[in-house]
């Protein structure tokens, strides 16, 4: 079975920075894109970040480019998302998920992905 399973959310105060993970079972990450979203209480969820299957490159959301790193090992089979300087709008339930290759132009889209985790919770507050 596939599964995929986040952790490292918590409470951290403005400007700060957490680093979240995915632990990926039953694929491999070079066959899967895998994408980190997030949802708020009353609205859709939102694509942040996406990491490809070959060469690994990297996209983002326009509202994290800078302050967001996506990396991934592949003999650990962990997609990894370095948080910088939060602010309280990051606040959201973060979930990852993994996908077949996609075009670009689908990446952030949430219909698109296959597997999902549960999501672990970023609170950003003073």
């Known amino acids: 079975q596939v599964q995929l399973v986040e952790s490292g959310g918590g409470l951290v105060q403005p400007g700060g920075s957490l680093r979240l993970s995915c632990a990926v079972s039953g694929l491999a990450l070079d066959y899967y894109a895998i994408g980190w979203f997030r949802q708020a209480p009353g609205k859709e969820r939102e694509g942040v970040s996406c990491?490809?299957?070959?060469?690994?490159?990297?996209y983002y959301t326009d509202s994290v480019k800078g302050r967001f790193t996506i990396s991934r090992d592949n003999a650990k089979n962990t997609v990894y998302l370095q948080m910088n300087s939060l602010k309280a709008e990051d606040t959201a339930v973060y979930y990852c998920a993994a996908a077949e290759p996609l075009g670009l132009a689908r990446i952030f889209g949430p219909d698109e992905y296959d597997y999902w985790g549960q999501g672990t919770q970023v609170t950003v507050s003073s």
């Open positions: 990491i490809a299957t070959s060469d690994g490159s990297t």
